[in-house]
């Protein structure tokens, strides 16, 4: 499997359509490590750690905010010692709601650092009066 991110860019009736290939891969459904979407504002890591401590031990609890606003990002990663709580935690609150906000879950993407990025070039996309014309 290659290492690089693959973007192209096509254009179609004066629209542009932008497609992202990626390397990121989802980790096997033994992985500890689960992604967690549709946080609400209010939940913070010790809140999110303990609404899935009850599936198993949780090593590492990381919600991401914007580092201009400080605000969360409404999205966090959860780490189990074991993939089978991981799994189980998984399958319990995918969709149930946190505060308020239903949770979106699955299992983490493997992100592959230090991989060349491929971004193609094609002429007169950014020719606004060609596209005008």
Do not use: C, Q
Not at 90 to 96: S, V
């Amino acid at each position: 499997m290659s290492n690089i991110v693959r973007r192209s860019l096509l254009v179609h009736h004066s629209t542009i359509h932008l497609r992202f290939h990626s390397n990121l891969t989802p980790s096997s459904p033994n992985s500890n490590k689960l992604f967690v979407g549709g946080l609400s504002w209010a939940v913070d890591e010790k809140s999110l750690k303990d609404a899935f401590s009850s599936y198993g031990e949780v090593t590492e609890v990381r919600i991401m905010y914007d580092k201009d606003s400080g605000r969360s990002r409404g999205f966090g990663f959860i780490n189990f010692s074991k993939g089978d709580d991981a799994k189980t935690a998984k399958e319990a609150m995918d969709g149930k709601a946190l505060l308020g906000r239903p949770l979106r879950i699955s299992f983490a993407l493997e992100k592959v650092r230090g991989g060349p990025v491929v971004v193609p070039r094609i002429s007169g996309v950014g020719d606004v009066t060609r596209l005008n014309n």
